[in-house]
């Protein structure tokens, strides 16, 4: 399992450096899509790590967090920050109110999503 732990992590990386490039170009609402897959794809490295088995198949961070038994160590801040994040999942993908998605993702918003996602990554992959 070893190889689906690096597997996770380095598409986690490869997410967060694809988020840095939306946020350059300006496409905001690509930034809290690749930020959300970012977090969920380390979460899954860590379950894999944890649990020896291959990663669920779900796109709730707190789900995956919790069969990860990580979600037990995270802050309170941390665990508002996945449950802010948590939706950009779906909302990016099939935006049913996009217009209003898009004014709310401004740029210092999309800066914070990615400083926090980098940060939970960070803290994530400390413990793996």
């Not at 490039?21 to 790590?49: D, N, P, W």
Request: glycine fraction near 0%.
């Amino acid at each position: 399992m070893a190889d689906q732990t690096d597997y996770w992590k380095e598409m986690s990386d490869y997410d967060i450096e694809t988020a840095e490039a939306m946020l350059k170009s300006k496409r905001y609402l690509y930034v809290g899509f690749m930020s959300h897959q970012a977090v969920e794809k380390i979460l899954k490295a860590c379950f894999v790590k944890k649990n020896d088995d291959i990663a669920p198949f779900s796109h709730s961070l707190s789900y995956i967090a919790k069969k990860a038994q990580i979600y037990e160590h995270f802050s309170e801040e941390q665990k508002m920050f996945i449950d802010m994040l948590e939706p950009m999942n779906i909302e990016c993908r099939y935006p049913t109110h996009k217009e209003q998605l898009l004014t709310s993702l401004t740029e210092e918003k999309c800066k914070e999503i990615l400083d926090k996602s980098k940060e939970l990554q960070t803290w994530i992959k400390q413990r793996l």
